[in-house]
């Protein structure tokens, strides 16, 4: 059974931002069982990027206009004869709820932001080994309180990035839904394409082709040059066929 690999790639800043943050938010929530130094230190490396992510830009600002654009295409598509207006309808309801939410909420990641316990473990995670017991006895007794005391903390820190993490998922979706995967064929290796507008490249490959796309593109052209894993031995077909959707 052949095994099917998405590749995406951001054709701006704002959408290399977001796909940053929906991966570090995915990370958080894989590990937010904590039950020992190992798992402690993935949860919170990743809530510290995802801080430091979150200093930088307009971010707030950038998903509300991006939900009101996402509002007026779904009106758009009102015109369209046999459109199914009940779903068009509750996508809007959810878009504009996405937005009260956010706009209400506050700075995002202020809550984990001011938790001290993580402050700490932020501080030395440049430090090699710096989250020993010896450096961070807070931690270290944080550890061994009840599991259920752990599980609660960590819910609170999680449902703060609630608004967020809503909304980005539904622009997400929504912006990679917009996009149609359709077939092509790069030559000696090489394809080039417009992207007028576009935000988003998704691309599907085949395991067994043993070949990966390097990207490089902005927001109204983009090239991709297909190179072998194997890069002593590995071939580069004079033709080699892919889907490729532009969102």
Known sequence: MS?????EHPLNEKMRTWLRIEFLLKQLIASQKIVDHLSALTFF??????????ERGELRTEILKELERQQQKLLGWAEVPGVDMARINALR??????????????RMGQQMREERLIGLVRQRLSIPG????FDLPTLHIWLHIEQHLRD???TIWLDSLSPIHSALTMVLDLIRQSGIFRNHTSLNGFFQDNAEGADLLRMQLKLED???????GHKSRYAIRFLPLDSERGEIPARFDFELACC
């Not at 309801?93 to 506050?106: E, I, R, Y």
């Not at 043993?210 to 490089?216: E, K, R, V």
Request: hydrophobic share 45%.
């Open 3 to 7: 095994t099917t690999i998405l590749f």
């Open 130 to 133: 710096g989250c020993c017991s």
């Open 152 to 154: 609660q903390q960590v």
């Open 45 to 54: 490396r990743n809530a510290a990027e995802l801080l430091d992510v979150f």
């Open 93 to 106: 309801s959810d878009l504009k709820k996405c937005s009260t939410v956010l706009m209400a909420a506050p």
């Open 210 to 216: 043993a070949l990966y796309p390097q990207i490089s």
